[in-house]
């Protein structure tokens, strides 16, 4: 089956730095993956979606210059925090597909994120 | 814009009984996907079910199984047999059509924390 790898797991980043979280599919080619948020017991929130060989698409009230994306290739997006905050603490999750997604949507092992 | 809720914060089961988890949605659309996903301890998302908006008949998966109720706009999610490992986070998902060319956002809801007691 579709898998996707994540890195990295978790990190930790002192504030003003910045980290680069990758989302790879291993097993397939994705022109298009997903970058969520979720905290503690809530749910998932879509931050953007990641166009290979173009711009992301931000979902509104996303920072576009604080989350940078890029997906340069078919297999690799890639998050970077930057200048981050401790509010940036959160845990991020990738997803992405085989196909156009309509039998769901492979999600990577996500990274937590703690910026002390 | 389409909007997921579910309205059971958490529930339990005891081991071996079933157990039904609620979702409704809003939406314009007539054919969209929907699906269950479960989110274990270690956080991994996992797939549990989809459906077709436009098939009739209800989603099964081993001891999974889906209530789609379209005009009521409804997705419940039963788990019969319950065992220790559907202990989770679960969560329903609306994914626009998309036209058949692109790819559909997924919307959801809020989860449900499923414990299962022994």
Known sequence: GAVVS????WVICKSGTSVKIECRSLDFQATTMFWYRQFPKQSLMLMA???EGSKATYEQGVEKDKFLINHASL???TLTVTSAHPEDSSF???SAAQGLGVYGYTFGSGTRLTVV | AQTVTQSQPEMSVQEAE?????CTYD???SDYYLFWYKQPPSRQMILVIRQEAYKQQNATENRFSVNFQKAAKSFSLKISDSQL???AMYFCAYRTFGGGTSYGKLTFGQGTI???HP
């Open chain 2, 18 to 22: 079933t157990v039904t988890l609620s």
């Open chain 1, 49 to 51: 979606t990641s166009n």
């Open chain 2, 27 to 29: 939406t314009s659309e």
């Open chain 1, 92 to 94: 991020y999750i990738c």
């Open chain 2, 85 to 87: 490992g559907d202990a």
């Open chain 1, 75 to 77: 297999t690799l997006s």
């Open chain 1, 6 to 9: 994540q890195h990295p797991s």
């Open chain 2, 114 to 116: 499923l414990t299962v």
